[in-house]
């Protein structure tokens, strides 16, 4: 896998999402939404904000967080497959869109990550399944 970096000023050196192929971007991130459906059914706070951003890890609060996993799988059940939509990339950052279903119900989910290369770690900036 290549990586190519763009330097910003003198204080900030970024990944250009640009420059990988989408099987590139989705051995980043296939991974870490992984992990974040995985810790999400089994109502894991800590092991759910392990690659967010400084800025998502104060938005989910642990209490937060158990209580909407409960909500979620006392209705639709737990996260089950999950198929590419697409991939949107830009220089400094990645978005990608799956469909999601859950175990429970038959309908269909959007489920989405927002993901940038800072302070030499990959961080989810923005997470949802609606």
């Known amino acids: 896998m290549s990586f190519w970096w763009i330097n910003i000023g003198k204080k900030e050196t970024i990944m250009n999402w640009l420059e990988l192929s989408d099987e ?4 980043i991130v296939d991974p870490i939404m992984d992990n974040l459906m995985e810790a999400s059914s089994k ?29 979620y799988q ?12 697409g991939i949107i990339k830009k220089r400094k950052d990645v978005r990608i869109f799956w469909r999601q279903f859950y175990t429970l119900s038959p309908d269909q989910y959007v489920a989405f990550v927002h993901i940038m290369y800072r302070d030499g770690r990959y961080q989810v900036v923005n997470a949802s399944v609606s």
């Open 43 to 71: 109502i894991d706070h800590q092991q759910h904000i392990r690659d967010f951003s400084d800025n998502m890890r104060t938005i989910v609060s642990k209490d937060n967080f158990e209580q909407q996993c409960r909500d």
């Open 74 to 85: 006392q209705s639709l059940g737990f996260f089950a497959e999950r198929e590419l939509l």
């Open 24 to 27: 590139e971007v989705m051995t």
